[in-house]
Nanobody, 127 residues
Framework: QVQFVESGGGLVQPGGSLRLSCAASGFTLDYYAIGWFRQAPGKEREAVSCISSSDGSTIYEASVKGRFTISRDNAKNTVYLQMNSQKTEDTAVYYC????????????????????WGQGTQVNVSS
């Protein structure tokens, strides 16, 4: 079975930190660019970050750049999203997915290029 499982979400205060994990099963994620997305209530799904397979290069949505860091551990078949200096605007369900078309991340991270969406993990940033 090809599957992603997101974990690590929870409740944090503004300015706090949280690390999300995206564990892959049924395939080896180091052959794919992996993206993190999020969706807030009433909003469309939004691209957050991507890490490339070929060279490990990364991209970030402007609102999280400098605060979030994406990384991968191929030995654990897992991709991480370290979230620091969190803001209330970061509240959302966070998803990971694999890009089936490219090994390098593409600016904009269009949804149609991604597959194997996980079930998501809820992040709440609140006082």
């Amino acid at each position: 079975q090809v599957q992603f499982v997101e974990s690590g979400g929870g409740l944090v205060q503004p300015g706090g930190s949280l690390r999300l994990s995206c564990a892959a099963s049924g395939f080896t994620l180091d052959y794919y660019a992996i993206g993190w997305f999020r969706q807030a209530p009433g909003k469309e799904r939004e691209a957050v970050s991507c890490i490339s397979s070929s060279d490990g290069s990364t991209i970030y949505e402007a609102s999280v750049k400098g605060r979030f860091t994406i990384s991968r551990d191929n030995a654990k078949n897992t991709v991480y999203l370290q979230m620091n200096s969190q803001k209330t605007e970061d509240t959302a369900v966070y998803y990971c997915a694999a890009n089936l078309m490219r090994r390098l991340c593409s600016s904009g991270m269009p949804n149609h290029e991604y597959a194997y969406w996980g079930q998501g993990t809820q992040v709440n940033v609140s006082s």
